[in-house]
């Protein structure tokens, strides 16, 4: 209902979208924003537990259990290259699209190209086919890792470049943020439901790995229709005008948007928020199972107490960011998240001293982190999309792909970092037979409150105002006033 609510009041103007481009397209375009939820679920919160499984959840050992130098776990190894391969594709895709001629726009033939490859690589990964702990098995899971993560840049670096073109107006973008969000989070919700879909069929008499499977099919055919309906949303020649196409060489277009210093500020300070959260993500099943002992087919209501408070707190954001400025919900995301961290280091003596009331723990929880949780998915977009705003202004010239590469390159290397560290620290103290350990998994909540408290240095450093009055600036000038 609260979703609901929200895109009633963006429609009723609350939240003021583009005057060129209807609301009904935007909304359409949007939809990938659902698709990206139930994906990142799939990699951020099941990729790990599904590959490098605890003996509770019947999963088998598909990949190697051998480490590298000892403690280098073979999953991190393949997310590991994955990002390297990866990092080669976001600044040319980035290039490629500034510089597109095609005949439908710089930007939108590029989700029609990418839409499929990146749903059906994903859902591949999960379908390695080989028997237990098979070298086969890491090489398949390493190619599809990065055949999605390639298709991940060819759709979504053109998409978030679109979107400063499409909405000029620092406060709308606002909004069209906002909506974007509640189709993340809310897609997101569905994916945390997976556990309970996964015991449902488990107690048909499916195996855990064919629980997990259909699961996941089902969830990427869903994907696979709001990609191409949001590829499809509208004809990008109709609404983007006078697009002045960089043609500096591609490193030196890197270098200038490099020395944008609110962008490299505001950046690492993004990069290290974002690593906290997928530390939260990517670990969020061994702290709720295993710290707080909570039963696998009741992490959905821990998960889902996250998402609905997130979503109730959308409308509180847009308030504060029109009143204050943006950075204060990420100053306090970030503080949140340091002290969530801190408690999940002590979360197995929590549950221990409130014995038989752990779920009312996880919930508690739950709900801690749903501000944080808003508040890094609704604005970092949207404050880089000032920031891009602002540079085209002063430049005269449109690098919306490389902003948006070296945006898209960051949050990669966040989950990256996050993976191989989640997946190497979760090792540690792990009995003869299995891949998690408790010392482990307490462990990353104090790597991850570091980075925290990194972003939360980085965010108050970030200078928004400057960035908001320049635009305005130039606005006032385009008014003649």
């Known amino acids: 209902m609260r ?33 990206k939820g139930l994906f990142n679920g799939m990699i951020g919160n099941y990729l790990l537990y599904f590959f490098q499984p605890t003996v509770k959840s019947g999963l088998p050992n598909l990949l ?14 393949i997310t590991g290259i994955g ?18 001629n095609h005949k439908d726009g710089r930007r939108m033939p590029f989700l029609r190209f990418a839409a499929l490859p990146y749903a059906l690589s994903l859902l591949l990964i999960f379908y390695a086919p080989f028997k237990e702990g ?34 000029p107006d620092a406060n709308v973008r606002v909004g069209y943020y906002t909506v974007s969000t509640a189709f993340f989070m809310g897609s997101s919700a569905f994916m ?7 015991n449902l069929l488990k107690n048909t008499g499916l195996s855990s790995l064919w629980a ?105 954001i847009v308030m504060i960011c029109r009143k204050f400025n943006k950075k204060i919900p990420l100053i306090i995301a970030s503080a949140v998240f340091t002290l969530v961290f801190a408690l999940i280091y002590v979360g197995d003596k929590i549950a ?46 449109n690098r919306e792909g490389i902003f948006s590469a070296v945006k898209t390159f960051l949050e990669k290397i966040a989950v990256s970092v996050a ?13 003869s037979g299995e891949s998690v350990g408790m010392q482990g998994v307490k462990l990353t909540g104090v790597y991850a409150g570091v980075f925290s408290l990194l972003s939360l240095i980085l965010f108050i450093i970030y200078n928004d105002k400057k960035v908001t009055e320049g635009i305005k600036k130039y606005s006032n000038k385009g008014d003649g006033k």
Not at 4 to 28: H, V
Not at 64 to 77: E, H, S, W
């Open 3 to 35: 979703l609901w609510y929200i895109i009633k009041k963006f429609d009723e103007g609350e939240f003021i979208m583009s005057q060129t481009l209807p609301k009904t397209k935007m909304y359409r375009y949007c939809l990938a924003d659902v698709a």
């Open 64 to 77: 190697p259990q051998n480490k590298l130098l000892g403690f280098i776990t073979v999953m991190a190894l």
């Open 83 to 100: 990002k390297v391969v990866d990092a080669v594709t976001d600044p040319l895709v980035a290039s490629l699209s500034d510089k597109c």
């Open 134 to 167: 098979s070298v086969g098995n890491a090489i398949w899971v390493g190619f599809f890792l990065v055949a999605y993560y390639v298709s991940y840049t060819f759709f979504f670096i053109p998409r978030n470049a679109l979107v400063p073109e499409i909405i």
């Open 192 to 198: 945390y439901a997976a556990t309970l879909f996964v």
């Open 212 to 316: 997990w499977r259909v699961v996941f099919t089902v969830f990427v055919a869903i994907g696979i229709i709001c990609l191409l309906l949001s590829a499809y949303a509208f004809n990008e020649k109709d609404y983007v005008y006078n697009s002045t196409k960089p043609s500096d060489p591609l490193i030196k277009s890197f270098g200038l948007v490099l020395k944008n210093r609110n962008f490299v500020i505001f950046s690492l300070g993004d990069l290290f928020s974002f690593i906290s959260l997928c530390f939260f993500e990517t670990a969020m099943l061994y702290y709720i199972t295993m710290l707080l002992n909570i039963e696998e087919s009741q992490v959905f209501y821990v998960l889902l107490a996250a998402i609905v408070t997130a979503i109730c707190l959308f409308p509180v």
């Open 352 to 397: 221990a001293l409130f014995a038989g009331h752990e779920l009312i723990i996880g919930i508690g929880i739950g709900i801690m982190v749903a501000f944080p949780f808003a508040a890094i998915n609704i604005l970092p977009q949207s404050v880089i999309s000032d920031i891009i705003q602002l540079d085209c202004l002063e430049s005269g010239v």
């Open 419 to 431: 993976m191989m560290i989640v997946s190497s620290v979760l090792a540690i103290g792990a009995l």
